[in-house]
């Protein structure tokens, strides 16, 4: 099955914007769906955006629509997350993951966004 790897976290100022990867091994196509989750400290974590793979419809969380934008590029194998006008309450790592992963609760590093007031 394919891995997902994330990447692209770091330390940005309240306004600022990052844009978060997510590399998977092989195709992921074979995927249907993936999803952007976050955990902060002390919260449970909670799915963000999600993208269906083929169809390219997206869903978002009502606490970043507007502000986040989730895409896949299948020549890359990538599906990524854009995130503008980044707040101190995003704060958390971020993970993607697949259904199927999530539900037998695997999930990767995943990586670290700290938004500076």
């Known amino acids: 099955q394919v891995q997902l790897v994330e990447s692209g976290g770091g330390l940005v100022q309240t306004g600022g914007s990052l844009r978060l990867s997510c590399v998977g091994s092989g195709s992921i196509h074979s995927i249907n769906q993936v999803g952007w989750y976050r955990q902060a400290p002390g919260k449970q974590r909670e799915l963000v955006a999600a993208?269906?793979?083929?169809?390219?419809?997206?869903a978002y969380a009502d606490s970043v629509k507007g502000r986040f934008t989730i895409s896949r590029d299948l020549a890359e194998n990538a599906v990524y997350l854009k995130m503008d006008s980044l707040e101190p309450g995003d704060t958390a790592v971020y993970y993607c993951n697949s259904p199927l992963q999530v539900a037998l609760d695997q999930w990767g590093q995943g990586t670290l966004v700290t938004v500076s007031s």
């Open positions: 993208i269906d793979i083929t169809a390219e419809t997206t």
